[in-house]
């Protein structure tokens, strides 16, 4: 059973608007968070991290939220771009021993 | 870039062969990964490495074996193919806080 879910395989949003892609997590030993985002026939490459000791983290256009209580976090773009159009993926694990597991990813589509 | 090359890159093989991916990392990092990405699965973890001869499973870790003899390079074999073992297969190397991945290897299974 994946401990790690991205419920929508799909989001669709304005270019300029907000996108907003859901994690969902089952393991409660998590405490480290990351999200990926992938071009096709490319390797994923980092878009931003965060410890379970924060709740949120900022870098640019791009804020993770993190819900310890709920097992949850959010990735937000704001403003969000053509170029943004991906598939992006969240991964979990404990930190010290370095082993991430990652979800089923959720395809952003920015229109112009 | 990490300097993490993966091969070969693309690779069509007959059911029950022998397979073996490659990946080699140039920066001398203790932790490598091997995970498959599958349509509507994501990217699942094979095997993982952290350090020569230490070596881990995964969530999907049947049907494939690992090596690390050497810390540059981590190998992953699939010892006889099936045609559920058709995907791509990414290799990543653990460096400050981030996973680092190679461009990856699609292999075939006919």
């Known amino acids: 059973d994946q401990q790690v879910k991205q419920n929508s395989p799909s989001l669709s949003v304005q270019e300029g608007r907000i996108s907003i892609l859901n994690c969902d997590y089952t393991n409660s030993m998590f405490d480290y968070f990351l999200w990926y985002k992938k071009y096709p026939a490319e390797g994923p490459t980092f878009l931003i991290s965060?410890?379970?000791?924060?709740d949120k983290n900022e870098d640019g256009r791009f804020t993770v939220f993190l819900n310890k209580s709920a097992k949850h976090l959010s990735l937000h773009i704001v403003p969000s771009q053509p170029g943004d159009s991906a598939v992006y993926f969240c991964?979990?694990?404990?930190?010290?021993?370095?082993?991430?597991?990652f979800g089923s990813g959720t395809k952003l589509n920015v229109k112009p | 870039d990490a300097g993490i090359t993966q091969s070969p890159r693309h690779k069509v093989t007959e059911t029950g062969t022998p397979v073996t991916l490659r990946c080699h990392q140039t920066e001398n990092h203790r932790y490598m990964y091997w995970y498959r990405q599958d349509p509507g699965h994501g990217l699942r973890l094979i095997h993982y490495?952290?350090?020569?001869?230490?070596?881990d499973k995964g969530e999907v870790s049947d049907g494939y074996s690992v090596s690390r003899s050497k810390t540059e390079d981590f190998l992953l074999t699939l010892e006889s193919a099936t045609s559920s073992q058709t995907s791509v297969y990414f290799c990543?190397?653990?460096?400050?806080?981030?996973?680092?991945f190679g461009e990856g290897s699609r292999l075939t299974v006919l």
């Open positions: 990543a190397i653990y460096s400050t806080g981030e996973l680092f």
């Open positions: 965060i410890s379970s000791i924060k």
């Open positions: 490495s952290y350090g020569v001869k230490d070596t």
């Open positions: 991964a979990a694990g404990v930190y010290n021993f370095n082993k991430f597991y």
